[in-house]
């Protein structure tokens, strides 16, 4: 296989000038119009990697299982799961090649909170959330001290790096220079796009090393493009997943690897209770994944819980998070296009909304939220703006057209 630069860039660029050029509010109105579906109980909601897990989830809370356990059970499956390096074994590692998860867990009905950030060698963090609420008086413990905490509990030690997440790890070693996490970020009032233009040559070269690098590595051709892409462009990836029970007690949890590559340490949004997750057994429970960073500067999950309290719906409850993104950056489409949120919501009635900042990450690949209330689905979550994301840090050789600022909040 090989790669050329027009072909390895033309989803990204496809979706950069989907995201320049449409960066905007969507003013489509039936992307707008809430859905009018019966709101029903019992009910669970989660990000789409979550999917998989939903019938053996939904049919425990069925039969009277704890919410907080029936969510655990979903987001399990990912932690568990080799392949999904977005959470638990196999996720993508920190810079120095250590996966380090993040988790956190809030039980409804005794209004109770449990969190574990930058925890090393355990892959179910959030069952030791969980644990955190049932065997502590704190809500949250981290690093070393989480770790130990969780093998005092029973957890198993165990290397979470897998092969392939090694291979990428290693590939990503050799490529990196000054695309990493290190400042200053895109929040920066120092932070500059890098130089398009005379460099892109440079990055064919360099493009073409790394496929090189990849083969030597033994990375298996088929998943090569997909290895260079998580080089090039660090993905993110997470699960959040809310349960409400017939009686109307509601759980969530949130749970995963963080960005890949970030600096040894790095807490995102997920174990930060109120941004990665908030649950309220009067209003409802909400759940991120995407930017940490963003989402952590708007309390994004409570901020949604406290806006359904005041009576906005679910989908406008996130919305008006998702607004608090882009005023932090004074609607600047040019970083805003290098971010993306989507938020689950999940009403005590059993109304619930899958809300993004952007469609998705390419044209082919919308952002979804699973359901199951009885019947199992994925549905596209409604996005603020039109178009699609870039992955952070920004490729080089971004087209000229695509820093048009929007009018979006003139
Ligand atoms: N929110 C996660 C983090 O920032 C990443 C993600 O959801 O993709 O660690």
Redo the contacts with the bound molecule.
């Keep these: 296989m090989s790669i050329t630069r027009r072909g390895f860039l033309s989803t990204a660029v496809a979706a950069s000038v989907a995201a320049g050029l449409e960066g905007q509010e969507n003013t489509d109105a039936s992307r707008h119009v809430e859905p009018m579906r019966a709101a029903r109980r019992p009910i669970i909601i989660c990000a789409n990697n979550g999917y998989n897990y939903l019938d053996d989830a939904f049919s425990f809370l069925k039969n009277g299982g704890d919410t907080l356990d029936a969510a655990i059970r979903v987001v399990k499956g990912p932690e568990d799961d080799p392949n999904d390096d ?1 959470v638990g074994l196999g996720g993508l590692p920190n810079e120095e090649g250590v996966v380090e998860l ?1 988790a956190c867990c809030m039980h409804g009905p005794t209004r109770r909170a449990g969190s574990v950030g930058g925890v090393r060698n355990i892959k179910n963090v959030a069952l030791v959330s969980k644990a955190v609420i049932e065997h502590t008086g704190h809500v949250m413990l981290v690093g070393e001290g989480a770790e130990r905490f969780a093998v005092a509990m029973g957890f198993p030690r165990e290397n979470l790096l897998t092969e392939r997440s090694r291979k990428i790890w290693l590939l990503w070693k050799q490529f990196h220079s000054t695309d990493d996490w290190w400042g200053p970020g895109l929040a920066s009032p120092q932070f500059q796009f890098p130089d398009a233009g005379p460099r892109s040559e440079l990055w064919e070269e360099r493009l073409r090393r790394m496929e090189e690098h990849a083969a030597k590595l033994g990375i298996e051709p088929e998943f090569r493009m997909a290895a260079i892409r998580r080089v090039v462009f660090p993905p ?3 699960i959040h997943c809310s349960a409400l029970n017939e009686k109307g007690e509601i759980s969530g949890c949130t749970t ?1 690897s ?2 890949a590559f970030k600096l040894p340490g790095r807490c ?3 174990p930060v209770i109120g941004a ?1 997750c908030y649950t309220d057994q009067d209003v409802g429970s909400a759940g ?6 963003e ?1 952590i500067k708007v309390a994004g999950a409570h901020t949604i819980v406290e806006n359904m309290r005041r009576g906005m719906s679910p989908q406008e409850a996130g919305m008006d998070a998702l607004k608090r993104i882009v005023r932090n950056y004074n609607g600047d489409m040019n970083k805003l296009r290098f971010m993306d949120m989507t938020y689950y919501v999940l009403r005590k009635d059993g109304a619930y909304a899958g809300v993004s900042l952007w469609d998705g990450y390419s044209p082919t690949s919308p952002h979804k939220i699973a359901i199951h209330d009885g019947t199992k689905r994925s549905e596209k979550t409604v996005a603020l703006l039109k178009g699609v994301s870039q992955e952070f840090p920004p490729f080089p050789n971004i087209p000229k057209e695509l820093s048009q600022d929007s009018e979006y909040l003139k």
């Design positions: 977005s993040d993110t990836g997470t995963t963080g960005l995102g949004d997920s990665g991120a994944t995407g930017s940490g960073e989402n």
